[in-house]
């Protein structure tokens, strides 16, 4: 299967109606309202050159062999700083100025152990190393809060063809598990082209102040659940006041697109989104387990032309409004949806009144479903005795769906509305 979808190009099916949100280089009709087209995911697109050592003698560039050169470089004025293959190692360091960090050759430079880059100024770019083993617990600042490698508060910052290994893989459920690229009030960030790989800590993290973030042809791969929490991409805090409301502005704008994860399943929000105008498109989840494409206390989200292959409980899960799911086919077991209830935690919290908000006029439309026996569950979360139900889903709708299922198909549900949709009974199996 990994071969299929790396060495050739992925299908994805797409309505006849919705087609901007890709470029196609061929497309085969294959059905009344469906057709193929292919694309490039994952670690694959954009070459990497290595660098002459001829630009070593230019004047803005400093070329560094040791931890401590490359220390005396990061708080020198070159523009550029080159690092040479060698371990480096070293310990919490602030970027804040503008300039270039780059590998001689693509991830033979490895930032071992403690090191953590804290960028807060704006213009840099990262590029070419190899992340290995997170970084343990430090004092300061970041005492007792995660593993990781980055953290990003500067704007215009490239993070690219690096490969993140073992992030916070020695943390614990007390440790809070780990993030391996933390985004802070920053904007205009691209994280492209990354492998991030064996870990037990979120990929990628942004909070509510966070703009215009691009993510896109990285690979996520071969993380094992332990206990913790671990998504690919955790977008904004979910803080609310009430149903539909957060206290600040929180449409930070990810676009996560062409990227391919596979065997990820740290958590069950594979994806979580929890703010307001994101887009997931054109990226193949495989082999994921329990995990999901979630949406928990976000509005107004796009999850689009993906596919899902080989979960095991269902491929979107929904907490929140009229966040549409477009032109996605999945593959799975279970049910396709599940839709939350809104429930309130009775604690004071602050910014946090809502623990969910309930599932309300979310589209689901023109896409296609293997395998998958019912058409949603209901989730009513989590709660202690004191805690309450407010309101339950409403006004969610199927339209132009097909269900490919091999028994009888459940379409119960309550305050669902049905258009269009079509149920094929065939025996199933994967057809990608």
Known sequence: MKNYFKLNSVIVFLSLLLLSSCNSESEILIEDNYRVVSFDYGNQTGSWENINSAECYKESVMCVISTVALLNALDSH???????????????????????????????????????????SDNVKVEGFKFLNGASPSNGVFAKERFGSLSISGDNVQIVNNHFYQIGLNSTVDDKTGIAIK????SNIELSNNLFENSRAIAIKTDDYSRNIVVKFNEFKDSVYFGGAGEVVHIGDANSVSQGISPVADNVS????????????????????????????????????????????????????????????????????????QNNLACGKGAVASLHAEMVYSEYRPNLFNSYWAAKDNVFKNNAFYGYDKLALLDEGDAVAADYLASYPENNNFLNNIFYSENYFDQNFPNVNLINNRIVSASIKCPF
């Open 78 to 120: 070159y523009e550029y700083i080159y690092v040479y293959p060698g371990i480096y190692d070293l310990g919490l360091v602030d970027v804040n100025r503008a300039v270039v960090i780059s590998s001689f050759k693509k991830q033979q430079a490895v930032l071992l152990g403690t090191t953590y880059l804290n960028i807060l």
């Open 183 to 186: 985004i802070q009030n920053a």
């Open 254 to 325: 990810l676009l996560f697109s062409n990227n391919y994860v596979k065997n990820w399943n740290l958590e069950k929000e594979l994806i979580s989104i929890k703010a307001d105008f994101n887009s997931i498109f054109n990226n193949v989840f495989e082999d994921n387990s329990f995990s999901a494409i979630v949406v928990r206390m976000g509005n107004d989200n796009h999850i689009n032309n993906n596919i899902i292959v080989g979960n095991t409980d269902f491929p979107f899960r929904v907490s929140g409004e009229r966040n549409i799911f």
